[in-house]
Each structure stands twice: as structure tokens, then as C-alpha cells.
């Protein structure tokens, strides 16, 4: 008897199957961004930021614009995060009873 072993592609850790295509997970960027654009919050540039992570995944490499797109999302709304954070030290500074 010849046991059969059925092939599983393995995906990265950031791949993302509800997102099967790099088009789909910048279409979701894109709905984020419009909607940060619109209201800007510490979850939607969260929520941009684990996108653009996403489209890092190798899955999602299907041209060098799409790999290179990808990297300058994550640097972009990594900046906004930071810059969320910096603000919100700035208007909400340290003080002991608030620790």
C-alpha cells in the first residue's frame, strides 16, 4: 500500500487568506486610508500599518512595484503611528496619579 502525501503550501505569517491577492489587500488599504483621511485615529493607522505589513508577505510579491509599494506603506504608516503617539504624549503628558 502507497501512502499518499497530499502537498500543503505553507504561507508566511503575514499572508493573509481572506486576502488571497496583493490587489485585495491594497484595496483594504485603501478603504483604511480613506477612512483615517476622513476621522483620523490610533486604530485606523493600526489597522493601515497591519496592511501594509501584510502586503510584505512573499505571497504577495507578484512585481517589484507591489514589494516596493509595500515597503514604503509600512514606512509611511509607521510614521503615523509615530506621530500619533508623539501627539499623544504631548496633550496627555506623564504624571504620577495617572500611572
Do not use: G
Amino acid at each position: 500500500m502507497q501512502t499518499q502525501l497530499t502537498s500543503v503550501k505553507k504561507h508566511s505569517i503575514l499572508f493573509d487568506p481572506e486576502l488571497p491577492t496583493a490587489k485585495e489587500v491594497m484595496a483594504a488599504i485603501c478603504c483604511v486610508a480613506t477612512q483615517y483621511a476622513l476621522n483620523p485615529s490610533l486604530d485606523l493607522a493600526n489597522t493601515a500599518l497591519t496592511l501594509a505589513h501584510k502586503l510584505t508577505a512573499p505571497e504577495y510579491a507578484e512585481t517589484k512595484l507591489i514589494v516596493e509599494i509595500a515597503k514604503r506603506l509600512v514606512f509611511q504608516w509607521d510614521e503615523v503611528l509615530r506621530e500619533h503617539t508623539y501627539i499623544q504624549m504631548q496633550v496627555i503628558p506623564a504624571h504620577s496619579r495617572l500611572q
